[in-house]
């Protein structure tokens, strides 16, 4: 063993004879005594205390123990010290060494030293190394988890633990996993790792799957494995990763329901659009009055889509609806009641109402009260069944009016557009003036 130390480069061999009165002193030190302590061999043999004087202070006790601990035992031990080297330099030994009693009541001490510094450098910085990747891991979010199949035993991090909502001190098992595992994803979860499996080497599968924490809390779980087999079919060990994606799901789901909306929203305004097109070309004799008359239409179309954009889907003040309206024809002999503000319209509703108003402005300058310099347009709130709010549009000081003898462009627009939504607009022609009573589902 001594000839293999030296020749191995493993480390130096070494006897130490220790007496019944204390006193100690190498028999043999081997010749790799030099390129391990910076000292020769020769001066360890002359004095044991030198390599003894090596071991740190602070390591010292360490080392006495032990050594005492084998002594009574009558044992082996093995334990790793720092050492200071005759050319000032700290190394990492191990020393592991066996005692054996002497008839003279003397110990042998067979032993062997070996450098260890680079190898626990080297774990050191592994070691650093994955604190550094756990802290990175950590920050995203990511769990890892094992499976050992052979050993049945089932690992996980306490990030994992926490995003299934169990206490750092669980037990885990397969079946304890596939528990938590929402009932209508188990059998998605099983197949993805079957697939995996049955490949010749194994292979990788990645899944989202919900669970259901003992809290009773409903969480999404992107799952991303590796499966390691010893034979085709035949898993031996499963490594991966584990992400909760809960709010990435919902907000998929929020932004499918917007999408929703929005093709409907969309579908509604083709439907107003052609709607547009075709009673605008009803009447109209030249082209310039067409494009005219269209184009005023349009025009109210979109300028009630801006306040639907701007509102971000919430509900629509009647009061910003009227204003945006109105605006093309001036607000000198429009009386709008303050309290119109409290009325609210969905942003569906908006354009519909928009179009809606702007006719009747339109109407009421061409035919009604805003036909002459006296008249005037009153709008205000009124009475309404529950569950909806009311507001009259009545005109006053114009002409006198003639009911119409077909529905004009209002009353299909009303047809089309606000009546499905659960609104509802009453016109009356009176002789004194044009009035409308529109009641539009409450906003809540």
């Known amino acids: 063993m001594r ?58 006790a360490a080392f006495d123990a032990a050594e005492a601990a084998a002594m009574a035992a009558m044992q082996p031990f093995d334990i790793e010290v720092a050492m200071r080297r005759a050319d000032g330099e700290v190394r990492w030994h191990r020393i592991a060494s066996m005692p054996r009693r002497q008839p003279d009541g003397a110990v042998l001490w067979d032993g062997l030293q070996i450098d260890v510094t680079d190898r626990r450098r080297m774990a050191a910085a592994l070691s650093e190394q994955r604190r550094r990747l756990e802290v990175a891991v950590e920050a995203t979010g990511l769990g890892f988890w094992e499976w050992d199949v052979a050993a049945r035993t089932v690992t996980w991090s306490d990030r994992n633990k926490a995003l299934y909502g169990l206490p750092l001190d669980a037990e885990l098992t397969v079946e304890r996993y596939l528990a938590l595992v929402d009932p209508e994803d188990v059998d998605s979860v099983r197949n993805a790792f079957l697939g995996a499996r049955d490949k010749p080497q194994g292979g990788d599968y990645s899944l989202e799957h919900r669970i259901v924490t003992p809290a009773g809390d409903l969480r999404w779980i992107l799952v991303n494995a590796r499966v390691a087999n010893d034979a085709p079919g035949k898993a031996r060990l499963v490594v991966g990763t584990s992400l909760d994606i809960t709010a990435r799901k919902a907000a998929e789901e929020r932004l499918k329901l917007q999408m929703g909306e929005l093709a409907h929203r969309a579908k509604n305004g083709i439907a107003i659009l052609m ?21 005023a239409r349009l025009q109210a179309m979109s300028s009630s889509q801006d306040l639907v954009t701007a509102s971000g889907g919430q509900p629509i003040a009647l009061s910003d609806v009227v204003a945006r309206a109105l605006e093309p024809f001036g607000r000198t002999r429009v009386d709008v009641d303050p309290a119109i503000a409290e009325v609210t319209l969905r942003g569906e509703m908006a354009i519909g109402m928009g179009l809606l108003l702007h006719e009747m402005a339109t109407n009421a300058i061409k035919y009604g009260a805003l036909s002459n310099g006296r008249g005037r347009v009153t709008i205000a709130p009124e009475a309404a069944p529950e569950g909806h709010a009311g507001f009259a549009w009545r005109e006053s000081g114009g002409p006198e009016i003639v009911a119409p003898n077909a529905p004009g462009f209002g009353t299909r627009l009303l047809q089309m557009v606000l009546r499905p939504q659960g609104g509802a607009v009453q016109f009356s022609f009176q002789p004194d003036g044009f009035q409308a009573h529109v009641e539009i589902p409450t906003v809540r």
Do not use: W
Not at 7 to 27: H, N, P, S, V, W
Not at 35 to 53: C, F, H, I, Q, R
């Open 3 to 60: 000839s293999v130390a030296d020749a191995t480069a493993l480390g130096m061999a070494f006897q130490i004879e220790a007496k019944a009165d204390g006193a100690r002193r190498f028999t043999f030190v081997g010749q790799r005594c030099l390129a391990v302590n910076g000292v020769p061999a020769e001066a360890a043999m002359a004095k044991a205390s030198t390599l003894y004087d090596m071991i740190l202070p602070e390591h010292r």
């Open 275 to 295: 709607a547009i097109v075709s009673q605008t070309a009803r009447g109209q004799e030249t082209v310039e009055g067409f494009l005219e008359l269209i184009m």
